[in-house]
């Protein structure tokens, strides 16, 4: 398949990438700075996330959108979320998939209260945390493009080791053999890759959860 990565130079993007290149798709990295990434032999879009235009994602099966911004900057999760969203409502052809976050993963049955509105969820990821929510709000809203958001589990972990499997969910939060809510990029790199193949979940969000090596 023909796969677009915006963020391609982010600790996700960079797994995403490599997950994706490796099982034989064609690959474009749309980046603000070519010369961060790591993947070698890909084709390259290098400008702004703000500056992609209808024409820039126009060419590609599926674009994931893997861009993250500091807490500082969280409102951007929106703006530009509700940038994309303009830009694949005049796309034919291209599918989105969102990196989210596990903040708006409901932890009780009835779906009444998320990660983010429970007491202990720390205050310095709430701004990211909410920013995600609001994009998610915003494409459950689509109507005119297929698009999937994929949640991490809580312990969202950089450092972690590539397991090379993970449990897949739905809405609500999802804890492994051990009792937490884990998943290392590696293996998150690996669910999202196993989406744009599979497309299982379209025009809705599911999460995944992986076990400490």
Do not use: C
């Amino acid at each position: 398949m023909n796969v677009a990565v915006i963020g391609a130079t982010g600790k996700a993007g960079q797994l995403i990438v490599t997950e994706l290149k490796e099982r034989g798709h064609e690959v474009t990295a749309i980046v603000r700075q070519a010369s961060k990434l790591t993947e070698p032999n890909i084709n390259v879009i290098e400008k702004d996330a703000i500056d992609i235009q209808t024409e820039d994602i126009d060419p590609f099966d599926v674009v994931v959108n893997a861009i993250g911004f500091p807490p500082e900057h969280s409102d951007k999760h929106v703006t530009f979320g509700r940038l994309l969203i303009d830009l694949f409502a005049e796309v034919k052809t291209a599918r989105l998939i969102v990196v989210g976050g596990a903040g708006s993963l409901y932890v009780d049955k009835e779906h009444t209260t998320q990660l983010i509105d429970t007491p202990d969820f720390p205050e310095i990821f709430k701004p990211v945390a909410d920013g995600s929510r609001l994009n998610l709000a915003d494409l459950r809203e689509v109507q005119s493009f297929d698009w999937t958001m994929i949640s991490p589990a809580a312990d969202f972990r950089a450092d972690g080791a590539r397991t090379g499997t993970y449990t897949k969910g739905g809405e609500e939060l999802l804890l492994n053999k051990s009792g937490n809510s884990y998943i290392s990029y590696a293996d998150y790199a690996i669910a999202v890759a196993d989406e744009v193949e599979s497309g299982s979940v379209i025009n809705g969000r599911f999460t995944v959860v992986g076990e400490e090596a």
